[in-house]
Antibody
Framework: QLQLQESGPGLVKPSETLSLTCTVS??????????WAWIRQPPGKGLEWIGNIYYSGNTYYNPSLKSRVSMSVDTSKKQFSLKLSSVTAADTAVYYC????????????????WGQGTMVTVSS | DIQMTQSPSSLSASVGDRVTITCRAS??????LGWYQQKPGKAPKRLIYAASSLQSGVPSRFSGSGSGTEFTLTINSLQPEDFATYYC?????????FGPGTKVDIK
């Protein structure tokens, strides 16, 4: 059973870069059957997809964040990472990592396994 | 970008009620839709994938239907543990997009 765990600083100063890591256990981060995803949720609000990354490094980003987002994969550490630059208070949110699984003949399936989430506050 | 809407935004229901939540996409997404349940302080949990396939381990009182632009999540005989917020997610086209959520609380 795949398990994901987010980690990183809980407090980031405005204009700095938010950096988070998701550690994968119970499965291979190099599997061709998954994209690895980041999603966020501001306090009291809905869910926003940030982006996906494949083990090969192929990425898709939300255009609303694309100029500030970068994702990477470290297969040796079984981790994938998110960097969000030039943060403001609007980036304060719970950040989740999740799997975007391949469903076979039906193509890709809806986001499946989720981490527990990590709260990041942007404040000086 | 594909916009997802949900109705209602909130509803009050009693244990044993049948509840229906609707999700609409701004353009056709085939059946590339999932439904999620989220409880306060917890990560979303996938209930339905491919619009109508029940996630393993999810009670059979949950069901999904629809294709194209209109989708429904039905909860038959609402249970106390079902009071939560429900989201739909389209993954037909990047950027992936969620509906704004439907909060189900106790009448």
């Amino acid at each position: 059973q795949l398990q994901l765990q987010e980690s990183g600083p809980g407090l980031v100063k405005p204009s700095e870069t938010l950096s988070l890591t998701c550690t994968v256990s119970g499965g291979s981060i190099s599997s061709s059957n998954y994209y690895w995803a980041w999603i966020r949720q501001p306090p009291g609000k809905g869910l926003e997809w940030i982006g996906n990354i494949y083990y090969s490094g192929n990425t898709y980003y939300n255009p609303s964040l694309k100029s500030r987002v970068s994702m990477s994969v470290d297969t040796s550490k079984k981790q994938f990472s998110l960097k969000l630059s030039s943060v403001t208070a609007a980036d304060t949110a719970v950040y989740y990592c999740a799997t975007y699984p391949y469903g076979g003949s039906n193509g890709w399936n809806a986001l499946d396994h989720w981490g527990q989430g990590t709260m990041v506050t942007v404040s000086s | 970008d594909i916009q997802m809407t949900q109705s209602p935004s909130s509803l009050s229901a009693s244990v044993g009620d049948r509840v229906t939540i609707t999700c609409r996409a701004s353009q056709g997404i085939r059946n590339d839709l999932g439904w999620y349940q989220q409880k306060p302080g917890k990560a979303p949990k996938r209930l339905i994938y491919a619009a109508s396939s029940l996630q393993s381990g999810v009670p059979s009182r949950f069901s999904g239907s629809g294709s194209g632009t209109e989708f429904t999540l039905t909860i038959n005989s609402l249970q106390p543990e079902d009071f939560a917020t429900y989201y739909c997610l389209q993954h037909n086209t990047y950027p992936l997009s969620f509906g704004p959520g439907t909060k189900v609380d106790i009448k």
